[in-house]
């Protein structure tokens, strides 16, 4: 799956465009037992209203190190609570890899590559769907996860992070694939 977004201006403005995906890759009801690899060093910290600080932390050590694949779900069997920034590169470039995501139920795999900076990912912690899903089933907590590649969030506000300016005579130009295999 190719996504490309084009955007061009007459006045500055800020652009920053992604899609909000959810993504299950077998049919467990929940994304806790997926592997996740997130091929970043570092995230942005949030506050209590889930808005970045302008802070820039290393994963190592944290809840949010997925540089190796590991299941979302934690040690104590709980869920992350991911809904954070990773800080993949300081400025848009060429399409490179940013994340894997596995599910050992179903052997299906996906990796996703993006020229964007950065990658939002979203555990699902919580959705509650208040209609049904696939086969009827409602959608809840940790039914899917968004893999969002974009420039850092709140970036306007954080002189540090990668600028979302697009300016006119420039093109805002975006490419993410989603490839699916076993």
């Excluded at 208040?130 to 809840?140: K, Q, T």
């Amino acid at each position: 799956l190719d996504i490309v977004y084009e955007a061009t201006t007459d006045r500055p403005t800020l652009c920053n465009l992604a899609h909000h995906s959810y993504f299950v890759l077998d049919d467990s009801g929940d994304v806790l037992d997926h592997r996740l690899q997130v091929l970043a060093e570092r995230y942005t910290p949030v506050d209590a209203e889930m808005i970045p600080t302008g802070a820039v932390l290393p994963v190592a050590g944290t809840r949010f190190d997925f540089r190796s694949p590991r299941p979302i779900r934690q040690p104590d069997g709980g869920g992350p609570v991911i809904d954070h920034n990773y800080c993949i590169a300081e400025a848009r470039g060429a399409l490179r890899p940013v994340a894997r995501l596995s599910s050992p139920a179903s052997g299906v795999g996906l990796e996703l590559r993006s020229t964007e900076p950065g990658l939002q990912v979203y555990d699902g912690a919580l959705l509650d769907v208040p209609v049904p899903g696939v086969d009827g089933r409602r959608i809840g907590a940790f039914a899917g996860i968004a893999l969002e590649p974009q420039v850092w969030p709140d970036a306007p506000n954080h002189p540090g992070f990668p600028s979302a300016l697009l300016r006119p005579g420039e093109t805002y130009r975006q490419h993410t694939q989603y490839a699916f295999g076993r």
